[in-house]
């Protein structure tokens, strides 16, 4: 299967630990994107990589939260000195510029900080 | 206010159609999405339709949209109970193509 791949899909943290998730991407798709979801809510954009370069940012990504796709490949999304307001679903989602850019969703990494 | 925005609850019996809506407010948006979610995971994409279309069948889903009245909206015919899920539209904005604005979603329930 090539779908969008998170890992890991559940992580429980202190608060104040830091914490990454990786995402890789269906292997042709240029463009990845970052997004969270807490409960009762759709998810909403952080961040958007084309190919390697981050193109654009939401002021939801405070300067604790940082977000890498160094070869144009996976990426990463650090949360440095977690709080309990980060607990939510962080989503990575992929698509090709060439091929009609349809956006498509891993499953979801859970982050809870207690 | 909202820029994309859903009812919360829709219920339906089994064989029924169900009709699922959505608003949104953004008259550039290029391509409007209907995703589904079950329980603990992640979205599933449904299906899409350009912005120019006013029309897009897909076996039993099928996507209608009024770009005059920005309404967009899902029918699924024959609904089953592994269609129980939330249901969201999203719309791209054509100033940003990698942010998707999604609505709270829609609880669909179908009881047997």
């Known amino acids: 299967d090539t779908g969008v791949s998170q890992d890991p899909r559940h992580k429980i943290t202190k608060r104040g630990q830091n914490v990454t998730f990786r995402c890789d991407p269906i292997?042709?798709?240029?463009?990845l994107y970052w997004y969270r979801q807490t409960l009762g809510q759709g998810p909403e954009f952080l961040t958007y990589f084309q190919n390697e370069a981050q193109l654009e940012k939401s002021r939801l990504l405070s300067d604790r939260f940082s977000a890498e796709r160094p070869k144009g490949s996976f990426s990463t999304l650090e949360i440095q000195r977690t709080e309990q307001g980060d607990s939510a679903m962080y989503l990575c989602a992929s698509s090709s510029q060439v091929l009609g850019n349809t956006i498509y969703f891993g499953e979801g990494s859970w982050l809870t900080v207690v | 206010g909202e820029d994309v925005e859903q009812s919360l609850f829709l219920s339906v019996r089994e064989g029924d159609s169900s009709v699922i809506n959505c608003t949104y407010t953004?008259?550039?948006?290029?391509?409007l999405y209907w995703y589904k979610q079950e329980p603990g995971a992640g979205l599933q994409l449904l299906t899409y339709i350009f912005s120019n279309m006013d029309m897009k069948q897909d076996q039993r889903l099928t996507v209608l949209l009024n770009k005059k009245d920005k309404h967009l909206s899902l029918r699924i015919a024959d609904t089953q109970t592994g269609d129980s899920a939330i249901y969201f539209c999203?719309?791209?904005?054509?100033?940003?193509?990698?942010?998707?604005?999604f609505g709270k979603g829609t609880k669909l329930s179908v009881k047997p």
């Open positions: 292997s042709e798709h240029n463009r």
């Open positions: 999203a719309e791209s904005k054509a100033r940003s193509q990698g942010n998707l604005i």
């Open positions: 953004d008259s550039s948006s290029t391509y």
